[in-house]
């Protein structure tokens, strides 16, 4: 049964167009094990698990985001999205006269998060929603739910002769792209960009698709939300002139890793990167404490000046990028200047190295929460700093100083020692990004 699961009790009511009033509800949402429709009915003093709506709205804002939902990442946190982005992937965006619960999707192209909040009662509005979650859940899972909630939509619409209603004419569109791979992946890179189908600059997907060819495997979809609709220049013309720029050249020397395949599609990709980074230590030989920077500038095959030290290499730009050359090599840019911090940034694209050791393609270094993105944090923590050494280090100690000197002894941020406990349950600093995503990233309802 889909985590994500949607239940309807078939009412004709209301008013407005038929396929709206014939396809009304008592709608019930679960989200895991949430009920998300759980709501207080003001007007008749009651508590219910299901809402009276009307289910039309919903499928067809579903069908019309579908793309974005599943491939377009929460932007980069820190701030509130754009109201563009939040159309694409709040329920509330359905609208039509409803009052929806406060619900946000954002996929990071292997798992959707689910986050709802239950917001103060507002005036004039009958209902008030109550529950409040953070659930994650594979893909595959949020598509199989809604792709039941829809046909069940698409369903009630026949039997009540809507059979050819504008969401039935959508939703075979979505099923038509969904079934053919070159239209999929054509979608992919739009919604990536930021936009909604037949809706990017025919310029801009042009040019997006021949980035993709060049890049190779998925790097395109971990760089365009950063350089797209939402870029500082909305036509790749940075990411263009940012592969043109001088580089760290090196061939890297990353040796075959025999990796686990993951246990289940829920698994996490820090589960993984964790792992993945205890075998490499072994593999090379690190044995305890520091990775020293020759080590980093070894398994990236760079030759020359120290890659930690060096002064230019370091650029304020949204990505760190590895480009692909001939025979193996890569042209690495990071966008750290820190020694502490490049030595993270180095051990990212190490991290970037192993994911897609089966696919040669451009490597990414950003700040954006996909599934890539958190191997890479989470496989660069445990390389540089093990959870193991450390707890042995701080000997049950996690005050500010002895943080400090744990960050000092492995060289790497404080930050990075605070996170690694946070994540292991050792600490709860508020201000820890974790491998989890249980805090909303941002505001919902304003």
């Known amino acids: 049964m889909p985590k994500l699961r949607f239940t309807t009790d078939w009412q004709s009511t209301g008013s407005g167009p038929v396929e709206v009033r014939e396809t009304s509800a008592f709608l019930t949402l679960h989200a895991g094990e949430t009920v998300v429709t759980r709501n207080e009915d003001l007007w008749s003093k009651t508590l219910r698990d ?3 709506v009307s289910t039309y709205p919903l499928a067809s804002w579903l069908a019309a985001s579908w793309w974005r939902l599943n491939w377009e990442p929460l932007p980069k946190q820190g701030g509130r999205p754009a109201a563009d982005w939040r159309m694409a992937h709040e329920i509330g965006a359905a609208n039509h006269g409803y009052v929806w619960p406060h619900v946000v999707f954002a996929s990071d192209n292997e798992v959707m998060q689910v986050w709802a909040t239950a917001p103060q009662s507002a005036q004039k509005q009958s209902v008030r929603y109550l529950a409040e979650c953070a659930v994650s859940m594979p893909l595959g899972e949020f598509q199989a739910g809604v792709d039941e909630f829809i046909s069940a939509v698409v369903r009630r619409l ?15 569109l979505v099923q038509a792209d969904r079934q053919d791979a070159e239209a999929t992946r054509y979608r992919q890179i739009e919604a990536a960009l930021g936009y909604d189908p037949d809706e990017c600059p025919q310029d ?3 040019q997006a698709l021949d980035f993709n060819r060049a890049m190779g495997g998925r790097a395109l979809a971990e760089l365009a939300p950063l350089y797209g609709k939402f870029g500082p220049e909305p036509s790749l013309a940075a990411l263009n002139e940012l592969r043109e720029q001088p580089g760290l050249l090196g ?7 025999e990796l686990a395949p993951p246990r289940s599609a829920a698994e996490p990709p820090w589960v993984r990167a964790v792992a993945a980074a205890c075998t490499l230590r072994e593999a090379i030989g690190v044995g305890e404490g520091k990775v020293r920077n020759e080590t980093l500038q070894d398994l990236l095959g760079l030759q020359g000046d120290d890659a930690v030290e060096h002064p230019e290499a370091g650029v304020k730009r949204p990505s760190g990028i590895g480009v ?11 966008r750290k200047r820190h020694p502490v911090s ?11 190295l192993v994911q897609t050791r089966d696919t040669p393609q451009w490597l990414t270094s950003t700040d954006l929460s996909t599934s890539r993105q958190k191997f890479q944090r989470a496989f660069a923590a445990e390389f540089l700093c093990p959870i193991d050494e450390l707890k042995e280090f701080l000997d049950g100690d996690y005050s500010e100083s002895c943080i400090e000197d744990a960050a000092e002894h492995y060289d790497v941020s404080e930050h990075t020692v605070t996170s690694l406990l946070a994540n292991h349950g ?15 990233p941002y505001a919902l309802g304003v």
């Open 342 to 352: 490049r030595r993270f940034e180095l051990s990212r694209f190490i991290a970037d």
């Open 158 to 172: 026949a039997a009540v002769g809507q059979g050819d209603s504008d969401l039935v004419q959508l939703w075979e």
């Open 324 to 334: 692909l050359q001939a025979a193996g090599r890569f042209k690495f840019m990071p």
């Open 251 to 257: 061939k890297p020397a990353v040796p075959d890793l």
């Open 204 to 206: 801009l997907i042009e």
């Open 426 to 440: 050792l600490i709860q600093p508020p201000w820890a990004h974790g491998y989890g995503e249980e805090t909303l």
């Open 50 to 52: 299901s809402v009276l």
